[in-house]
């Protein structure tokens, strides 16, 4: 049987929707399966070891985030062995499709999730919301995701304008609302921005004694993209697996964001911004204490004028 890393040197990136799954069956054929779900939706399957990673992601952040064109969790299976389901869909859909609900319900029905010795479950924004709705699917599972929404129906959420255009899309169905599916969840965590209102909003509603809230402070509205360049996304995964993880620990591994040129370029715009030259001339001068960065040099310049300190050079 062919080792499904030898698939990492298949690049898949640069073909449109259509092309990307005809390739991605005919690597995962003799390892698994890609199957096709409606127009807009498909299942990748890898079948190795007996800790199965369910994530949900879309076609377009594939591209986005990997070189290679292979969905994110295929790094894990690199790394660890896992088996990897992957959920993708063209475009952001909520994954709010019968042909969905059709597979995950085959699974059940098959007995799939029971194959396996631990499940989890993993996606962000919208892809977040459908990992937690649809890991009812298999009780016991552990979930990770980032910047979910509980729901996009009106009655319930008509305080977020950002998704208007899936008003009309029901979220009172099958795997609705997304804090009830994960009653049934060995326990799940949810991360977020609380600078972010909508996100922390939807945040508050996830509020089941099973699930651990976490508030990444500034770190954006990318937050996938985010914790994949500071190497903290796979760890916070393999963390969960190994029952490691918590809190305390989310706090450590988010200590990594201190070094990430993109958070402390965005931490110095929002000191700037609120008029605190002596946060900017801490900020900027641990930063330049590491590296030489002319936007920080010039910040900290200016800083010290404003708290009327001479000029050093």
């Not at 304008?161 to 009830?180: C, E, L, N, V």
Request: net charge neutral; proline share 4%; aromatic share 12%.
């Amino acid at each position: 049987m062919k080792d499904i890393t030898d698939s990492y040197e298949t690049p898949l990136n640069g073909l449109d929707w259509h092309s990307w799954l005809d390739k991605l069956t005919h690597i995962t054929d003799e390892d698994g399966y890609a199957e096709r779900l409606g127009d807009r939706h498909a299942a990748i399957f890898v079948e190795e070891k007996p800790t199965l990673l369910v994530t949900f992601e879309t076609h377009q952040t594939i591209y986005e985030q990997s070189d290679m064109g292979h969905p994110m969790g295929w790094e894990m299976v690199k790394a660890l062995k896992w088996s990897h389901l992957c959920l993708v869909s063209d475009g952001e859909t909520w994954f709010r499709d019968p042909r969905v609900f059709g597979y995950i319900d085959r699974l059940v029905d098959d007995g799939f999730f029971e194959d396996f010795e631990q499940v989890i479950f993993y996606g962000a924004g919208s892809c977040g919301y459908a990992a937690a709705a649809f890991s009812v699917a298999a009780p016991g599972a552990q979930v990770l995701v980032l910047q979910p929404q509980a729901t996009l129906d009106p009655c319930v959420a008509e305080w977020d304008q950002r998704f208007r255009h899936m008003r009309r899309t029901s979220f009172t169905d099958r795997y609705g609302y997304a804090p009830d599916m994960l009653e049934a969840a060995q326990q799940a965590f949810v991360l977020y921005d609380p600078e972010i209102t909508e996100d922390a909003m939807h945040a508050a509603l996830f509020n089941q004694p099973n699930v651990t809230r976490f508030r990444m402070r500034h770190i954006g509205l990318k937050m996938e993209q985010s914790l994949l360049r500071m190497n903290v996304l796979l760890r916070l995964i393999a963390q969960l697996s190994a029952g490691k993880l918590d809190s305390r620990r989310l706090a450590w591994l988010f200590r990594a964001r201190r070094d990430d040129a993109a958070y402390q370029f965005n931490m110095l715009k929002r000191l700037s911004t609120a008029n605190r030259p002596y946060l900017v001339m801490l900020l900027a001068g641990k930063v330049l204490e590491k590296r030489e960065a002319p936007p920080f040099r010039k910040a900290f310049s200016r800083a010290r004028q404003k708290l009327g300190l001479r000029s050093v050079t």
